[in-house]
């Protein structure tokens, strides 16, 4: 069964610095969402993307957010100058048509932030 | 901005038993609603969709939608230890295919 995939799973970085968060959706889904879980709370949207474009973003999703679709099967969410608040659980998801429009998450990836 | 609230939990049920899991959202014209299960440190899983008033049974799981009282539950049969998890319900925000928004989730523990 295909899955949404998130690569890395762990990411340490410093406060301050850049990173990139990849994903690969479910081949043939068009909607994709980026979400966030700071641990112990609500699972939070971040942006969705469709036809090459971000569709709706959320507060949290500001300058120093952005999501790109660099070829055909990738996903990215990048983080310019990273906050310790940004230390969170980021969930990448993509959504089907075919059976009621259900949305399906990746695996996660951790990112700590120092 | 919608709101689903999961108040009640956490909840600790005996193996065997029927595990009940309750939402309330906060908007009349939401269409589409959501169960995912998550594991500690995991990511959501989805286990129920429901878009039409009644009940809408999958193995043993049940979920229930009563749009008059803006609720919807999911109840587990024959609960076991390997339910145990957070139950988060999500509601998109407003066509089918906008964000989810999810409440705060219940925690199911099943005890041996």
């Known amino acids: 069964e295909p899955e949404v995939t998130q690569t890395p799973s762990h990411q340490v970085t410093q406060m301050g610095q850049e990173v990139i968060l990849r994903c690969v959706p479910i081949?043939?889904?068009?909607?994709f969402y980026w979400y966030r879980q700071i641990l112990g709370q609500k699972v939070e949207f971040l942006v969705s993307f469709y036809n090459n474009e971000i569709s709706e973003k959320s507060e949290i999703f500001d300058d120093q957010f952005s999501v790109e679709r660099p070829d055909g099967s990738n996903f990215t969410l990048k983080i310019r100058s990273t906050k310790l608040e940004d230390s969170a659980m980021y969930f990448c998801a993509s959504l089907t048509t075919k059976q009621g429009y259900e949305q399906y998450f990746g695996p996660g990836t951790r990112l700590t932030v120092t | 901005q919608k709101e689903v609230e999961q108040n009640s939990g956490p909840l600790s049920v005996p193996e065997g038993a029927i595990a009940s899991l309750n939402c309330t959202y906060s908007d009349r014209g939401s269409q589409s609603f959501f169960w995912y299960r998550q594991y500690s440190g995991k990511s959501p899983e989805l286990i129920m969709s429901i878009y039409s008033n009644g009940d809408k049974e999958d193995g043993r799981f049940t979920a229930q939608l009563n749009k008059a009282s803006q609720y919807v539950s999911l109840l587990i049969r024959d609960s076991q230890p390997s339910d145990s998890a957070t139950y988060l319900c999500?509601?998109?925000?407003?066509?089918?295919?906008?964000?989810?928004?999810f409440g705060k989730g219940i925690t199911l523990s099943v005890r041996p």
């Open positions: 999500a509601v998109p925000n407003t066509g089918a295919n906008s964000k989810l928004t």
């Open positions: 081949s043939n889904h068009l909607y």
